[in-house]
């Protein structure tokens, strides 16, 4: 599809007020327009994937305006640039899916960079991404330290952000800009709190556990171990013997549970702080002849797989392929002109636990298909102004929650974005907004 002027100057109108450069709009289509013409094949594509490893930057498979559900004019074919840890983590195959899958349903152009647990090539790949023109990006990180890097540079350079999973102690969006559009995490210590009860009531509320944690340091690593804490707390009879890093992974996680069980051989359960760690867990078990009940969180297909066969109990799925898409989608929407409100700065998403009871329906529902069950474009706040779904439940992040139990740095204060919002109970409202908008909903 070929622009004329008109559209053209309607877009970099647009851009004018998103602070995004002409300059690298323009480039997006000189690289369009090289494409279009090395032939019939390619001419006019208005969607495409790329995929790249590190060092390698994104290109472009076109770009085709078209008119949103707002009237709006949505550029397409640009590049959304996704970075993460590591697919040798069975959790980032499933991201790696989500991600892919809602991109080409965007009809832009998919970018994917692994940091393999190294936050500082994650930062490297950022700047090489921005400085080849990519100005969208849906990022996880191995550790909260590289995060405010990123922010920073992420708003500096005037590329849209998401970011999901880790953050630092107290710190916000609020704290860089606005190119910072929303950090994202799941209630790691409410989710990690209800799988260690539902664990301690299968141990018959007493006998001594042993805890494989994560990544020491990173964010959804203290704040499960804040949530097992919690609940032990609540029972008495639960005895915590012993707790060492998995990693987020099965090698790290094996040898830790090695270890514990040759210091404790007496334990009646195992909380794993992922599914990773959690296999790693079972494969050490497994060796010695020992069944004990074993819980994680993710939802990950192996995980799944061992409920139905009954080697391990339970797990909190987070459905990662929709935290992906959905991270991408609004990251998209925020490029287009979407504004997020204050009390959207930062949200919380929902999960389910799976167990024995429902394993093989969310095997059927995730793993039956080569298609997922979410509608990605129905996300879209962009395409879909008056009936947007978030096809998940999300709700409004309040600091008291995310960074509870956790000391406030010297001289911190709450950004008065938040208090206003809080004030005029801004967040209660946007609470209610997504529950509305929730239809197509997550059920096993």
């Known amino acids: 599809m070929e622009l004329d002027r008109k559209q053209v100057d309607r877009i970099l ?3 004018d007020t998103q602070g995004v450069s002409r300059r690298s709009f323009l480039r997006h289509v000189a690289a369009a327009a090289a494409i279009a013409t090395a032939g019939p094949l390619l001419a006019g594509c208005g969607s495409g994937t790329t995929e790249t490893t590190a060092g390698q930057v994104a290109t472009t498979a076109g770009l085709t305006p078209t008119s949103g559900g707002s009237g709006v004019v949505l550029a397409k074919g640009l590049p959304i640039v996704t970075l993460y840890s590591s697919l040798s983590i069975e959790y980032y195959q499933m991201w790696k899916l989500g991600a892919e899958q809602a991109v080409k349903a965007l009809e832009m152009n998919y970018v994917e960079l692994a940091n393999e647990l190294k936050p500082e090539t994650e930062i490297s790949q950022f700047e090489s991404q921005v400085q080849s023109g990519a100005q969208m990006f849906f990022i996880t990180s191995p550790d909260p330290g590289n995060i405010p890097d990123i922010a920073a540079k992420a708003n500096s350079d005037k590329a849209y952000l998401i970011n999901v999973w880790e953050e630092p102690d107290w710190v916000t969006p609020f704290n860089f800009g606005d190119y910072y559009v929303q ?11 209800t799988m260690a009860k539902m664990l301690f009531d299968k141990m018959g509320g007493k006998g001594g556990l042993l805890h494989i944690t994560g990544w020491p340091g990173g964010t959804p690593d203290w704040q499960r171990t804040a949530g097992v804490d919690k609940a032990l707390k609540e029972y008495p009879g639960i005895k915590l013997l012993d707790r060492k890093p998995g990693k ?4 790290d996680s094996r040898k830790a549970m090695e270890d514990m069980i040759t210091a404790y051989p007496d334990f009646g359960g195992v909380f794993a702080q992922n599914d990773d760690c959690a296999i790693g867990a079972l494969q050490a078990l497994e060796e010695r002849g020992i069944d004990v009940p074993i819980v994680g969180l993710d939802g990950n297909k192996q995980m799944i797989q061992y409920m139905t066969e009954k080697k391990v ?3 909190m799925s987070h459905f990662p392929w929709w935290v992906a898409g959905n991270s ?3 990251v998209y929407d925020a490029f287009n002109g979407w504004k997020p409100s204050a009390p959207e700065r930062m949200m919380f998403y929902g999960g389910l636990p799976v167990t024995q009871d429902n394993a093989q329906s969310y095997m059927d529902k995730f793993y039956g298909g080569s298609d997922l069950p979410f509608d990605w474009p129905l996300m879209s706040r962009m395409i879909h102004p008056d009936d947007w779904d978030p096809q998940n439940e999300m709700w409004p992040m309040e600091q008291e929650k995310m960074w509870e139990g956790r000391p406030k740095p010297d001289g911190w204060a709450s950004p008065q974005a938040i208090e206003d919002a809080k004030a005029a109970a801004e967040y209660d409202k946007v609470k209610q907004l997504y529950a509305d908008h929730y239809k197509k909903k997550i059920t096993l």
């Open 13 to 15: 109108e647009k851009l």
């Open 183 to 193: 950090y994202r995490s799941p209630d790691s210590i409410g989710q990690a709190y």
């Open 248 to 251: 987020w992974n099965p090698i």
């Open 313 to 315: 109990f339970a797990s």
């Open 328 to 330: 991408a989608v609004s």
